[in-house]
């Protein structure tokens, strides 16, 4: 079935330091790749997206590139910053019998990051 | 701005009282949805709507059943809740079949 898997958290990291989250996913054909992230005390919200292999979203200073051959979807930042501090999920859209889409998340990864 | 609220934050109710969690979004969004986020599991999906008394079973739907009487509100019913049922319940919204959703700040229930 359709799945994603995410690194184990929490990652603790100090301010400008560089971020990878890792993703890799299950599914049939090439679902679109989601990231999310949920800042304290908030629903969570869109962070980037990518619906096709080799496509690389990004977003306030964060990339994931779609790589199909390793069936993953890696988050990464250069230089993060005490703000970047939140949980952070990656997912895959599939859709229902009846047309309907439907996203899996994976577990969700806690970043802390210390000045 | 797109706005999805829930009608409340935390909430602490007994086993076996009937309980209505409510999410209304300003957006005029056809498809609405229910998910129950645990440590370790994630978000999963309890139930969608996508149309005015239209719904469908997500993963978990046992225990809860949904009713969506006007297009811009979702309620979520636990019939008789159960300890099992202490979770952080998140609600969202999109406007079409293929776009992104857009989420509540989520309600903290916790059933003694």
């Known amino acids: 079935g359709n799945s994603v898997t995410q690194m184990e958290g929490p990652v603790t990291l100090s301010e400008e330091a560089f971020l990878t989250i890792n993703c890799t996913y299950t599914a049939t054909g090439y679902p679109s790749l989601f990231w999310y992230v949920q800042y304290p005390g908030e629903g969570l919200q869109l962070l980037l997206k990518?619906?096709?292999?080799?496509d690389k979203g990004s977003n306030k200073g964060f990339e994931a590139t779609y790589r199909k051959e390793t069936t993953s979807f890696h988050l990464e930042k250069g230089s993060v910053q005490v703000s970047d501090s939140a949980v952070y999920f990656c997912?895959?859209?599939?859709?229902?019998?009846?047309?309907?889409?439907?996203?899996?998340f994976g577990t969700g990864t806690r970043l802390l990051v210390s000045p | 701005d797109v706005k999805v609220t829930q009608s409340s934050r935390y909430l602490v109710k007994r086993t076996g009282e009937k309980v209505f969690l409510e999410c209304v979004q300003d957006?005029?969004?056809?498809?609405m949805f229910w998910y129950r986020q645990d440590p370790g599991l994630g978000l999963r999906l309890i139930y969608f709507?996508?149309?005015?008394?239209?719904?469908e079973k997500g993963d978990i739907p046992e225990g809860y059943s949904v009713s969506r009487e006007k297009k811009e509100r979702f309620s979520l019913i636990l019939e008789s809740a159960s300890t099992n049922q202490t979770s952080m319940y998140l609600c969202?919204?999109?406007?079409?079949?293929?776009?992104?959703?857009?989420f509540g700040p989520g309600t903290r229930l916790t059933v003694l």
């Open positions: 709507s996508y149309d005015v008394k239209m719904k």
């Open positions: 957006m005029d969004h056809e498809n």
């Open positions: 990518a619906t096709k292999a080799d």
């Open positions: 969202a919204s999109t406007p079409e079949r293929y776009n992104e959703q857009f």
């Open positions: 997912a895959l859209r599939r859709f229902t019998n009846t047309g309907f889409q439907k996203l899996v």
